[in-house]
């Protein structure tokens, strides 16, 4: 049984908002994309993601040395996150870890290059698109949680 893709509210609506523009076969090379990422999950590889919580924590300390005030949040894992779940989910965290010993949750990022159309339709000639998504893996409950397409085309 492979890994569930599930998408936070906003980034669902990313995704919506891009497919009316491009069209769905360039929305469902992304949700390929996604499927990869969540066969990766499963199989605890790490061949086209790479972590972001370093990423993101270097990010917020950035930020806040240039004495912006902007909430940048770096999403809770290991832990603080296993503090913060009911007991059911805090029991399947520790088989989590113990059957597979590896963190029942981790944030990662990848980035997939996909060709569009001048006409603006998906296609493989013209312009390329990089996109970006974040995501947590959810090894408790078996799936991938989108969390954000920073740059997605289209938006």
Known sequence: MSFDVRFRKRARFELDTCEKRFGSD????????????ADEAEQKENSISTDAKEFLTNAKQFIESLGINEAVKVPRIGVERWL??????????????LRERCSPWEIRIAMEAFLISKSGSYASSDSPAIVSVFYEIDRVNRRIVVLAFPDLPGL
């Open 26 to 37: 360039f929305v469902n090379s992304v949700m390929d994309l996604l499927q990869d990422l």
């Open 84 to 97: 913060e779940e009911g007991a059911r989910e805090k029991f399947l965290a520790i088989l989590v870890l």
